[in-house]
């Protein structure tokens, strides 16, 4: 641990304006983030006796190693910030609210000509209308059942659609009166969009209308002795009101509001979120999340807006915003909210009426979430913490393996060898440093030499980040430590130097692994989890003993001695140790083995998963990917203009010239890289045997219909290969 006064700033260093401040630890994460009206008073505060400060906020000071702070001009400056920087760095000591799901709404795509009501997640786009959130997609698809009744628009997907307008025949909703049926034109497209907005209108709030209409037309159908339409009215109007009664109106005026609740003890705080469109509950979601730092109710009120508010605009911003406690100050956040809007944001505290009654209401909801997340993880975190502390004392370790890494070779019979590597965390996957390998320094088939490679690539990289950071015990340089492999592709997309893909484009430092993480490259020193900065206090691998001895040379070859090595053989779930003749038997009710299998079946999914896409990836390549300048959009749009790789390859160059955005020069490189790919064989029906033409009815491998090799075998062979 840190002395705080070690690397407190000297007086008069510290402005006295707003800003944002960073804590780092020693390997230069962030682990805090904050804001403030005066940087000098808050920090101040932080550097006070250890014995006067929080628990938390104590333990908080002391892991880090460093302040670091930018002003601004404004409060709301600040708090955007502070939301930015939140959200790039992750810091441990945060509050982060765990609300791991993306909650649906019921959306109605108003921009397309014949609008679809379906169930959508994730970001809001633009021309289709949205209502909720809902808890759960079901609920969602309960009200529109019910409202199909009357409002019978169209819910198929885009292929289903096509497909019933190609054979003329509609879906079963279009045979059982659930579906207007505008794919075979049993209504025209202006009225069918005209009934997506009367199904919109009612979906809003204003239901009196259609029910008084179709009260009438029940009334008069029933003088008319129409008595057959008259009762399908009748249960039309029962399908409304029951529709309605889901969502039973709390609060008069068709009021918008978000109704926030916080329920809280010493460590931890639940946060629940009703959400009013139209006087009517149209959805609820809630949170939990440790407190990490000392923090009154108005901060947890403003760190929930902020998750709330962060990526959202416009209406989905209500016009009222209910909460327990008021931020402090409250005037940036009110500001904040409303340039979020565009319009203004009341951010109140309900005193009296209805809202006060619905606000105790949500307040109970919070109370139960927070008892019911601790009695769940009670047994959770005691299950945790008993299988590491069992796995340390098997192991004879000198403290629990906080940090836990496991590493896998997959292949298919010695092609497309790979390696993965999944870090558990507090006995927990964390997904985001999850790390894929390609084998590069040999062909074929070991996995002894691959996890030996795998386990130096990895380490190699570590000793790197620390000669980087200026953590190298000795001051040595690294030989071998800045020589490593080429980088491997990120999923992101984009060019590594060297000619490999790192995400979204950006240049990146060559990688040993292929992180999952999406975004712009991570650079050194910016307080973001780099990629292999950190050590763990277990290596777990995939096998038995000769992958355990070559993980612990590897190691030694480092010169890396403070990190345990294991093996967990699949056959009889024994535990192997290096340099040891006989394996750990762990007992089979252990929750230290259970742990380990499941760190080990994670990074062997993780490993065949991997393996898989490559192998797909190499089966689909064609003549054409291997164009340089060629890139997809351009490939598909030669492959529809020639109808085949067979043609495009007879074509001259003047021909293939013809198709938009193809110039002179690339027709070129395209016409010399056919010439010299080999041709794929004829075509043949494994049925008859008969060689097909290629004109007639199976066309060469294209880039819309992808060829894949049928491998020797049946499929349960064919997986059993794979390792």
Not at 77 to 93: G, H, N, T, V
Request: proline fraction near 6%; charged fraction near 30%; aromatic fraction near 6%.
């Amino acid at each position: 641990m840190a002395d705080p006064s070690s690397y407190r700033p000297r007086p008069g260093e510290i402005p006295d304006t707003p800003g944002v401040y960073r804590f780092r630890d020693e390997h230069r994460r962030v682990i805090y983030v904050g804001k403030a009206k005066s940087l000098r008073q808050r920090l101040a505060n932080y550097f006070q006796d250890l014995a006067h400060l929080h628990p938390r906020t104590r333990t908080m000071v002391t892991t880090a190693a460093s302040v670091e702070w930018t002003v601004v001009s404004t409060e709301v400056e600040a708090l955007q910030l502070e939301y930015s920087w939140i959200k790039e760095y992750d810091p441990r000591f945060n509050v982060k609210y765990r609300d791991d799901k993306s909650y649906p709404y019921l959306a109605v795509t108003m921009n397309e000509e014949f609008p679809r009501v379906q169930v959508m997640r994730g970001h809001k786009k633009k021309g289709v209308r949205y209502f909720g959130p809902y808890g759960h997609a079901w609920a969602i698809r309960d009200t529109v059942d019910l409202l199909l009744r009357v409002f019978p628009v169209r819910t198929c997907s885009t292929g289903v659609f096509k497909n019933a307008a190609r054979t003329g025949r509609p879906c079963l909703l279009g045979y059982i009166g659930k579906c207007s049926a505008p794919c075979v034109g049993r209504i025209t497209p202006d009225d069918h969009w005209d009934l997506a907005d009367e199904f919109c209108d009612f979906m809003a709030g204003r239901t009196g209308t259609y029910l008084r209409r179709l009260e009438r037309q029940m009334a008069d159908a029933a003088e008319e002795m129409e008595y057959e339409r008259a009762a399908r009215l009748r249960d039309d109007i029962g399908a409304l009101k029951k529709a309605m009664e889901k969502s039973a109106v709390v609060l008069a005026d068709a009021t918008d509001a978000d109704l926030i609740a916080v329920a809280e003890d010493e460590l931890e705080a639940a946060v629940q979120i009703f959400h009013v469109r139209g006087g009517r509950v149209r959805g609820q979601r809630g949170w939990v999340t440790d407190k990490v730092e000392e923090i009154t109710t108005g901060a947890l009120v403003e760190h929930a807006l902020q998750q709330l508010y962060g990526e959202e605009s416009g209406d989905a911003v209500p016009k009222e915003v209910l909460v327990p406690a008021l931020p402090d100050p409250v005037e940036p956040v009110q500001q904040w909210l409303t340039e979020r809007r565009g319009s203004g944001v009341s951010l109140r505290i309900p005193q009296r009426g209805d809202k006060k009654a619905l606000m105790e209401t949500v307040q109970r909801n919070a109370q139960q979430a927070l008892v019911l997340h601790k009695t769940k993880r009670a047994s959770d975190l005691t299950t945790r913490s008993r299988a590491l502390e069992e796995i340390a004392e098997a192991l004879d370790l000198d403290s629990a393996p906080l940090r836990i890494e496991c590493y896998d070779i997959s292949h298919l019979q010695g092609d497309d060898v790979v390696a993965s590597m999944v870090v558990f965390e507090d006995g927990l996957a964390r997904k985001s440093e999850y790390r894929r390998f390609q084998i590069k320094g040999f062909e074929g088939q070991d996995d002894v030499r691959s996890m030996h490679e795998v386990i130096t690539r990895r380490f190699r990289r570590y000793l790197a980040e620390k000669e980087k950071t200026g953590e190298w015990a000795d001051g040595e340089s690294l030989t071998d430590g800045g020589q490593h492999a080429d980088g491997a592709q990120h999923p992101g997309g984009g060019q590594h130097p060297g000619g490999e893909a790192g995400p979204g484009g950006q240049a990146a430092a060559p990688d040993d692994g292929e992180a999952l993480t999406h975004g712009p490259a991570l650079k050194d020193d910016d307080g973001r989890p780099k990629r292999f900065a950190y050590p763990p206090q277990l290596v777990v691998v995939d096998g038995g003993q000769p992958q355990v001895a070559a993980a612990q040379r590897a190691l030694d070859e480092l010169g890396i001695d403070d990190i345990a090595v294991c093996g967990l053989a699949k056959r009889l779930e024994e535990v192997w140790l290096p340099r040891e003749d006989d394996p750990v038997v762990l007992p089979r009710t252990s929750e230290g083995l259970y742990l380990l299998q499941r760190v080990r079946d994670e990074a062997h999914r993780f490993a065949i998963a991997y393996q898989r896409t490559k192998r797909a990836k190499r089966f689909r390549a064609g003549p054409l990917d291997d164009v340089p300048g060629l890139g997809e959009t351009r490939k598909q749009a030669l492959i529809k203009h020639f109808g085949s790789v067979k043609r495009l390859r007879a074509a001259t160059i003047d021909q293939i010239c013809e198709v938009p955005g193809i110039g002179r020069k690339t027709a070129e490189t395209v016409a010399v890289a056919l010439a010299g790919a080999t041709p794929a064989g004829p075509a043949v029906n494994t049925a008859t045997g008969e060689i097909m033409d290629d004109d007639v009815g199976a066309p060469e491998t294209t880039a819309d219909a992808p060829g894949e090799p049928v491998s020797a075998g049946t499929p349960d062979e064919r997986r059993g290969q794979e390792r």
